[in-house]
């Protein structure tokens, strides 16, 4: 993080000089300690999060194509003229772990076209879907298995 802030500061100033790059160090290492004690941040974490990030790349890649089915299915919904939405409320439980992972989750389902959270209490979430079908399996998909490994 420490390095982060410096090549922030080292941004911002637009320019390198030995004037800037002693001004960024002090000010950043003063930035970097004031996290560590008041914030509750700690290099720990820090090295957790960087181990994690093939795992978020990975929910990224999903989300996208998850977004993509989604768009093509919800489609196929207005384009057949024959075939009939089953719209509804869908109620179902989650045991994820940290409030991030479960707003994540409230968050990936609305980004999907014909779903929509309406509620997230605790580990309960109630959805709306275009297709009930689209709700199927919604409490052990591909986002919660995600979000469970990223929890670990």
Known sequence: MLLALLILWLIFNGRVTLEILIFGIVICSGLYVFMVKYMDYSPKKEIGVLKRIPLFIKYGITLVW????????????????????????RKFRVDLKSPVSRVTLANSITLTP????????EDEYVIHALDLSFTEGAEDSVFVKQLRRLEE
Do not use: C, D, H, Q
């Open 66 to 89: 998850e977004v993509i089915k989604s768009n093509l299915a919800v489609m196929r919904i207005i384009l057949s003229p024959g075939l009939e939405a089953e719209p509804g409320f």
């Open 114 to 121: 014909g779903t929509y959270t309406v509620s997230l209490e």
